[in-house]
């Protein structure tokens, strides 16, 4: 099956750093999610991409959908504390909304 | 924006016992569900499709004994964990396909806020 390999596993930054986490496949997708996941909850929908070669921004938020379809990565600018939490990136491929998760990047700001 | 509402965010039960959990796409009609399990840490674990009028697909090594999933209608999917055991207990969460805000894709996944089942 499709398998997601999402990195860094980890990060603790300083406030006001960027942050960069990319997500790679074995295979291709026509679908890049980008969630967030705060404890205790379910996951939010940060950023989908559509388009191979897309580069979508919402707010600090920049993220990209790579050229081989095998690849997304989900940059955060200027980061705050309340950035902390786990990123999701999630692959689909079918327009039925199943999706392939990755593991997730664990984020920690440090104030 | 697209809502999925679950219910309840968090249950204790007695081992033996069931439990159901239900999810409600509240300003949208979802004619497929998705049910997922989470351990502490790790990421979301596929269990089954929910399709509205059909039978759920299971991923594989899922039980559909263990885990009864009922999608009577297009705004509501129910998850069933019956005859519970502490190995059951976990996060459980759902998402709907459809319509997400500013988004057009079918595939994008709407969530619901998840459920916390403990089996003592």
């Known amino acids: 099956g499709q398998q997601l390999n999402q990195s860094p596993q980890s990060m603790f930054i300083q406030e006001g750093e960027d942050v960069s986490m990319n997500c790679t496949s074995s295979?291709?997708?026509?679908?890049w999610l980008w969630y967030k996941q705060d404890p205790g909850e379910g996951p939010v929908l940060l950023i989908a991409?559509?388009?191979?070669?897309e580069l979508t921004s919402n707010g600090r938020l920049t993220a990209q959908f790579g050229i081989t379809r095998k690849d997304s990565f989900l940059n955060i600018s200027a980061s705050i504390p309340s950035d902390v939490g786990i990123y999701f990136c999630?692959?689909?491929?079918?327009?039925?909304?199943?999706?392939?998760f990755g593991d997730g990047t664990t984020l920690t700001v440090k104030p | 924006g697209a809502v999925v509402s679950q219910h309840p965010s968090w249950v204790i039960c007695k081992s033996g016992t069931s439990v159901k959990i239900e999810c409600r796409s509240l300003?949208?009609?979802?004619?497929?569900m998705f049910w997922y399990r989470q351990f502490p840490k790790q990421s979301l674990m596929l269990m089954a499709t929910?399709?509205?009028?059909?039978?759920?697909?299971?991923e594989q090594g899922v039980e559909k004994d263990k885990f009864l999933i009922n999608h009577a209608s297009l705004t509501l999917s129910t998850l069933t964990v019956t005859s519970a055991h502490p190995e059951d207990s976990s996060f459980y969460i759902c998402?709907?396909?459809?319509?997400?805000?500013?988004?057009?894709?079918?595939?994008?996944?709407?969530f619901g806020a998840g459920s916390r089942l403990t089996v003592l």
């Open positions: 998402s709907a396909s459809g319509l997400a805000g500013s988004y057009s894709g079918a595939n994008v996944l709407t």
């Open positions: 295979s291709i997708f026509n679908t």
């Open positions: 991409l559509y388009k191979a070669g």
């Open positions: 999630a692959g689909s491929f079918t327009n039925a909304g199943k999706s392939t």
């Open positions: 300003d949208f009609q979802a004619t497929t």
């Open positions: 929910s399709n509205e009028g059909s039978k759920a697909t299971y």
